[in-house]
Every structure is written in structure tokens, then in C-alpha cells.
């Protein structure tokens, strides 16, 4: 599965809400599995973004798609990012050195 890393800003709704907020990620966990998906690892962190999220998902648009429900709940904005392992990497080197 493609991984994907997503940076996450609690919107006024979110920072209002905090106290529920290793509920939401429980509720995002489960909505990712539903689609298809899993949510790996999460962090709560410091500095410009609220959460860092590292997810699974079959192909971009389920990506896409989880990232959307997500930000529609209201509590969050998220900047998606995908991301490649060593092995990923190697095969994009080897395709790019023809």
C-alpha cells in the first residue's frame, strides 16, 4: 500500500473540541480502515502543525477521499503528502537512470 504522510492544523473547532482529540483520532483510525486504509502512526506535536499522521492507503484517491472526510468533520485541515520507502525509491532512481 501507498503511504502517505499527513500534517494536520487544528481548525477553531478542533482547539475548542481538544479535550475529545485522541477521540477523533480513534474515529479517523476506524474511518481509514472502513475505506481501505490504516492509520499507522500519529503525533501529537509542536511548532506550525497540531498532529502528524502517517497512513496506508490502496492508491491516491482513497487517500484523497479520507483526507476529505476528515476536514469535513470540521476539527482539522490537513496537507497530504505521499511518501516512498527505500525500496520505492530505488525503482524511481533506476526508471529516471533509464
Request: hydrophobic residues 45%; aromatic residues 10%.
Amino acid at each position: 500500500m501507498a503511504k502517505f504522510v499527513l500534517l494536520i492544523s487544528w481548525t477553531e473547532q478542533g482547539v475548542h473540541n481538544y479535550a475529545d482529540t485522541t477521540k477523533r483520532a480513534d474515529a479517523a483510525a476506524a474511518e481509514f480502515a472502513r475505506l481501505g486504509g490504516k492509520l499507522t502512526d500519529i503525533y501529537w506535536t509542536l511548532g506550525p502543525y497540531d498532529l502528524v499522521a502517517i497512513s496506508e492507503f490502496p492508491d491516491d484517491e482513497t487517500a484523497t477521499a479520507a483526507a476529505l472526510q476528515l476536514a469535513a468533520a470540521g476539527n482539522v485541515r490537513t496537507t497530504t503528502m505521499r511518501a516512498f520507502g527505500r525500496d520505492e525509491v530505488k525503482r524511481i532512481v533506476a526508471k529516471a537512470k533509464g
